[in-house]
């Protein structure tokens, strides 16, 4: 019952921006932390950035540390990841994710979205 449907992708040239987003249903999403992966060709899927669900404190991978912006909007169930400067290493399939640390932890991911920064 769970989903997690994203939009937002795309193609763009370097130094452009995106902004993609992911809303969720089947579950409260305020209770779940959020985060960005993403997996390019011939690489392991890689933690991009992550939203708690507390606080809303968010934390980045260096890579895209100063470019991308990752925030939530509880009342619409729904997490964003702004992608500004975009670099071609930038190019991946972008996943969705949604945790909950609880009696077990589960991971529920959304079915990725391309991003490709190509000029």
């Known amino acids: 019952q769970v989903q997690l449907v994203e939009s937002g992708g795309g193609l763009v040239q370097p130094g452009g921006s995106l902004r993609l987003s992911c809303a969720g249903s089947g579950f409260t999403f305020s209770s779940y932390a959020m985060s960005w992966y993403r997996q390019a060709p011939g690489k392991e899927r890689e933690l991009v950035a992550t939203?708690?669900?507390?606080?809303?404190?968010?934390s980045y991978t260096d890579s895209v540390k100063g470019r991308f912006t990752i925030s939530r909007d509880n009342a619409k169930n729904t997490v964003y990841l702004q992608m500004n400067s975009l670099k071609p290493e930038d190019t991946a399939v972008y996943f969705c994710?949604?945790?909950?640390?609880?009696?077990?932890?589960?991971?529920?991911w959304g079915q990725g979205t391309q991003v490709t920064v190509s000029s």
């Open positions: 939203i708690t669900s507390a606080d809303g404190s968010t």
């Open positions: 994710n949604a945790l909950l640390k609880g009696w077990y932890n589960r991971d529920y």
